[in-house]
């Protein structure tokens, strides 16, 4: 099973979004620009360091280039089986997943980042990274500083990391180098994210959480509070208001991911340090990192090698698989399927057909759906397999709609 990872805080880099100008999917940029109602291109294009680590252009600028890259990979036809994102990439992760939408996802982002940049300059602290120390061991040091520090992160077996006020973090920091830790490395960030420093942001997020639409996730996603699948709705608002002041339980979701049947792990956005936490925490599983448009041939010929693990074609459409179709979008707008076909397993979008619905078989010319107030109708015949969108999502030019086998394949 193919699992999508997306980064958090920290992954930013000045100009990341160069490379992606020129790519059909930047014009995702002009989206969240248009919702956050602020330039995000000159933000992912020349703001410098100095500006983009500021903790609500830190957030933003991540959210919205690991969005361009899972836009790019959905063009291919590639979808995952499950996701997670670390801290601010939970919110990537639900965007991907249908469990909201674009627009909420832009105004949810923008809410917290300012309300934890708030907080920090209110209650200021630090984050350290704790390296060669186990679980226990860090907690103990925490516990040992009779001081304001907590484990933020649980990232991979050895690294954890503490946050707290500057004095509890030094003194935990002293203890854990008692305790076996090789090294103590400085995280440049403006607050003690993830600890009960950032209470503050709470309400305003709760507020923000209250206007937003949740919907039940179309894949799996893994929750950071939790290290668990949630699929309730309703649940979700009180996980993300609960995660601002929880560790992120990282290493447990990946492996949470792994017992799913996740073989291949990919890390959609900016950075590549998710990758490297999921060697640590996963070995058995392959791992690819797509930042540029040249990290997706990487991905592609990935899927093609039977020995990944996953069955590619179930992700990718006719540029490796003569017997597979993908239908894409003719145009760009809010996506709504045809509520008379179904695929094995999946029912329909919005999920009206029974599970056990036989799969729907459609020849040339026949009516999809439409986006927008476009027809959007096939140019193959087949057997439907999977929607490559969710019912009211927002598609660009060119992405996957859904999935066919093409009739005369032998398939039922």
């Excluded at 992606?20 to 992912?44: C, K, M, T, Y």
């Excluded at 630090?126 to 009779?146: K, S, Y």
């Excluded at 010319?365 to 999977?386: K, M, N, Y």
Aim: proline share 7%; hydrophobic share 45%.
């Amino acid at each position: 099973m193919l699992v999508f990872t997306f980064p958090g805080q920290g992954s930013q880099r000045s100009g990341m979004g160069a490379p992606w100008v020129d790519h059909p999917s930047f014009e995702l940029v002009a989206e969240a620009s248009r919702a956050a109602g602020r330039d995000l291109g000159r933000l992912v294009l020349d703001a410098p360091m100095a500006e983009l680590t500021q903790t609500a252009n830190a957030q933003l600028a991540t959210f919205v280039m690991s969005l361009v890259v899972l836009d790019a990979v959905e063009r291919l036809g590639v979808s995952p089986g499950a996701c997670a994102g670390h801290s601010l990439g939970e919110y990537t992760a639900l965007v991907a997943s249908g469990a909201m939408s674009f627009e909420d996802g832009v105004a949810l982002v923008m809410a917290r980042g300012d309300a934890m940049g708030r907080a920090g300059e209110d209650a200021p602290g630090p984050m350290a990274a704790l390296l060669g120390i186990t679980d226990d061991d860090a907690e103990v040091a925490c516990q040992r500083a009779e001081g304001d520090v907590w484990v933020a992160n649980y990232n991979a077996p050895g690294q954890v990391v503490i946050a707290g006020t500057v004095e509890a973090v030094k003194t935990a920091s002293d203890l854990a180098k008692e305790l076996g830790a090789r090294r103590v490395l400085p995280i440049p960030v403006s607050g003690a994210f993830h600890t009960t420093l950032m209470s503050a942001a709470r309400a305003t997020l709760r507020k923000a959480l209250g206007d937003a639409l949740f919907r039940s996730p179309e894949i799996p996603v893994v929750a950071n509070v939790d290290a668990r699948i949630h699929v309730d709705p309703a649940e979700w608002p009180g996980l993300l208001s609960a995660q601002l002041c929880s560790p992120v339980r990282w290493r447990q979701s990946l492996e949470t991911l792994a017992g799913l049947g996740g073989s291949v792990f990919v890390e959609l956005g900016p950075g590549g340090v998710l990758s490297g936490l999921a060697r640590r925490s996963v070995p058995d599983v392959e791992m690819v990192s797509i930042a540029e448009p040249d990290d997706l041939d990487r991905l592609i010929d990935l899927m093609a090698r039977p020995e990944a693990g996953i069955e590619a074609a179930h992700h990718v459409g006719e540029h490796l698989y003569m017997s597979e179709r993908i239908v894409v979008s003719p145009s760009g707008g809010i996506f709504f399927p045809e509520t008379t076909l179904s695929a094995p397993g999946t029912g329909l979008l919005p999920g009206t057909a029974p599970a056990d619905a036989p799969p729907s078989v459609i020849a040339v010319g026949d009516l999809i759906g439409r986006v927008g107030t476009v027809e959007v109708r096939t140019p193959f015949s087949g057997h439907v397999v999977r929607w490559q969108a969710t019912a009211g999502e927002r598609v660009q030019e060119g992405q996957a709609l859904l999935w066919l086998r093409v009739a005369g394949d032998g398939q039922p």
